[in-house]
């Protein structure tokens, strides 16, 4: 049987990780779930710490999303690994097994959640190319985790993305209908949450253009599997 190893990065997420780490810890399939504090201010670590079977990783400064997923990875021991953001809400032990077969039975190389508050542009053509919900297998990234740690904050996305086109991957989309997140507007107020996505796109952009986007887009629709 294969291992699966679960990173969620989590940033000033104590009253949300909880929920997550409650459905990573009991799923069958899952062998080791890692968290990763990255420099919060909040109790987040403490909220983690009370799930003696999690593994805490706790960065005192704040780098960003993809090098706290980036150490995550590197602390684990598994052959597949299921990302999953600490924010996500209505999450079920049925999502997650959904999220993990097609790389676990070997019919896709990439999975990718699609939440049911995905944009309308990305629940449209059925695809969000930025979803943090991804299980993959660890060969996928091992010779690149020193380009993912010196990635923008959210520039990990894009970058996976890239990887999965040059090596022509199969993708697979794996429709969350009932799992969603919470906004940045109601985590930190509006003016904090509208600065916030801001701040993420910017990384964003730094890592892919519009331009480079639609390719991805569009390069990743024909890599899907039925």
């Not at 999502?95 to 939440?115: E, H, N, W």
């Not at 059925?126 to 993959?136: K, T």
């Not at 970058?159 to 429709?175: D, H, K």
């Not at 906004?183 to 509208?194: D, E, I, M, T």
């Amino acid at each position: 049987m294969v291992n699966v190893s679960c990173i969620i990065p989590a940033y000033n997420e104590a009253l949300r990780v909880g929920r997550v780490l409650e459905v990573m810890c009991a799923h069958p399939l899952i062998d080791e779930v890692i968290a990763v504090d990255d420099g919060s201010t909040d109790t987040t670590a403490q909220t983690i710490s009370r799930f003696n079977e999690v593994r805490l990783i706790r960065q005192l400064v704040n780098a960003g999303k993809s090098a706290a997923i980036c150490a995550g990875i590197r602390a684990s021991a598994c052959e597949v690994l299921v990302l999953a953001d600490a924010d996500l809400v209505g999450l079920a032990e049925s999502d997650v097994t959904a999220l993990l077969m097609p790389v676990l039975k070997g019919t896709a190389d990439m999975s990718i959640s699609l939440r049911k508050d995905a944009l309308l542009p990305w629940r449209t053509i059925g695809l969000d190319y930025l979803s943090g919900e991804r299980a993959f297998h660890r060969e996928l990234i091992a010779a690149h985790l020193d380009a993912i740690a010196a990635l923008p904050g959210f520039g990990l996305e894009s970058y996976l993305n890239e990887l999965l086109i040059r090596r022509r991957a199969r993708i697979e989309v794996v429709n969350w209908a009932s799992v969603g997140h919470t906004l940045k507007a109601r985590k930190y107020g509006v003016w904090k949450g509208l600065s916030s996505e801001t701040l993420m796109m910017k990384h964003i952009m730094e890592t892919t253009t519009l331009a480079q986007a639609a390719q991805q887009i569009s390069a990743m629709q024909r890599l899907r599997v039925a």
